[in-house]
């Protein structure tokens, strides 16, 4: 049978001075998969949008801001992550500038900037704590991870550099 995963993006916008991140923090639905926690901006990819077309959409549509300068830092394939154990695959980017200035919250959640020293400290999914040192590492090359769920908790995490 055929892999076929929900395709998204995933973003990290970064403030002028590269010190804090632009998350949300889901708060807005009682019924949100991710109540309660930060993440960073994105969602599923439209079909005829190339990954970084998607990447600029979500953001435009959840921070309204305009990407100017993004940069891919990885892939994550996570297997069952969905509500109804959907398999995901995300491209995750790191935005270094963009134009305009994001509303206090959006459809989601609050936004805010959160110290990018501190993103470990908060609220996130399990995994995410594997995967964010390598965002935001100096390490140029992209990772490329494999992170399975199940029954909504990560089972395991691995990842390349090439």
């Keep these: 049978m055929p892999y076929t995963p929900i395709l998204a993006t995933l973003g990290y916008v970064l403030s ?18 991710h109540l ?13 949008e190339d990954v970084v077309e998607c990447m600029r959409r979500e953001i435009r549509e959840e921070a309204m801001i305009e990407c ?16 109804q154990g959907e398999d995901w695959f995300g491209f995750v980017f790191l935005v270094t500038r963009y134009d305009g200035t994001p509303p206090p919250a959006n459809a989601e ?5 959160k110290p990018v020293s501190s993103i470990l400290d908060l609220p996130l ?3 995410d ?3 964010l040192p390598l965002v935001f590492d100096t390490d140029p090359r992209p990772f490329h991870g494999v992170m399975p769920y199940r029954d909504g908790r990560m089972v395991s995490w691995s990842h390349t550099r090439l």
Excluded: C
């Design 36 to 48: 309660g926690k930060y993440n960073g901006l994105g969602g599923k990819m439209e079909p005829g």
């Design 109 to 113: 959640g609050t936004l805010e900037w």
């Design 129 to 131: 704590r594997h995967f």
């Design 16 to 33: 002028p001075d590269r010190s804090d991140v632009l998350l949300v923090h889901r708060n807005a639905r009682a019924d949100d998969q």
């Design 68 to 83: 100017l300068d993004l940069h891919l830092r990885g892939t994550i394939n996570w297997p069952g992550f969905g509500k």
């Design 125 to 127: 999914w399990e995994g």
